[in-house]
């Protein structure tokens, strides 16, 4: 079982940056995919973005192409995303997730309801005008 905890959620102005970190155990990091996701009052859960096990291949919510940008460390365990020209629609509660089985590559993590995923607890990210 894998946990994993986000950090780096603030307050923040439009047209700011913040960097998130997500840390993993319990299971070995870097034979998953892993990825963020985000949910605004009232609305569904939503992918933002994912990354492979590797580093090497990631994938992009239209809404945060050119904007956000998911990286992973392997040997720390952690996950990052940079957000770059945040918007007040940005704000939302950020949730780091893991692959459940590591045939699930980032894609799938993003894109389908059906694989399982390992939740964190969230951290708030709210901007204002």
């Known amino acids: 079982q894998m946990q994993v905890a986000e950090s780096g959620g603030d307050s923040v102005q439009a047209g700011g940056s913040l960097k998130l970190s997500c840390t993993a155990s319990g299971l070995r990091f870097d034979d998953y995919a892993m990825g963020w996701f985000r949910q605004a009052p009232g609305k569904e859960r939503e992918a933002m973005s994912c990354i492979s096990w590797s580093g090497d291949r990631t994938y992009y919510a239209d809404s945060v192409k050119g904007r956000f940008t998911i990286s992973r460390d392997n040997a720390k365990n952690t996950l990052y995303l940079q957000m770059h020209s945040l918007k007040v629609e940005d704000t939302a509660m950020y949730y780091c997730?893991?692959?459940?089985?590591?045939?699930?590559?980032?894609?799938?993590?993003?894109?389908?309801?059906?694989?399982?995923?390992?939740w964190g607890q969230g951290t708030q990210v709210t901007v204002s005008s």
């Open positions: 997730a893991a692959a459940f089985s590591r045939y699930d590559n980032e894609y799938a993590l993003c894109t389908r309801g059906d694989v399982r995923r390992h």
